[in-house]
């Protein structure tokens, strides 16, 4: 990045997550005013909202998401514990294909319902920790 050999993108760490939850929702991008008046806004498209200055951030879309669970069942149900709540549920959606490790595999049934944070259909592959 110093020796000008590859381009850096600077994203603040919430535009980044909006950025990525917007391509999982089938949206084109987000308007975020974090950034405007700095170096972050170089090469960007600006709206104007009323009297208010906004960056357009295009949708982030991955090939793969490699994600970490605390629970998952057989059918790759997946439950979280802390902050891996925070980014793994959002970043499964928004990638074509999702390889989550698993600290504990149970059967199917034994994850209540309401502690499913991501359901099954997003994840692809599903490996065990050890």
Known sequence: MIAGKMAVELIPQGTLIERIRAAGYGL???LTPTGVGTV???GKQKVQVDADTY???PALYAQ???INAFLADYLGNLSYVLTARNFNPVIAMAADTTI???E???PVGLIAPDHVIT???LVDYLVTNG
């Open 119 to 121: 359901p099954a259909p």
């Open 40 to 42: 972050v806004e170089d």
């Open 104 to 106: 504990h595999i149970v």
């Open 28 to 30: 084109g991008g987000v």
């Open 64 to 66: 793969f998401a490699l």
């Open 55 to 57: 960056l357009v951030e």
């Open 100 to 102: 989550v490790t698993a």
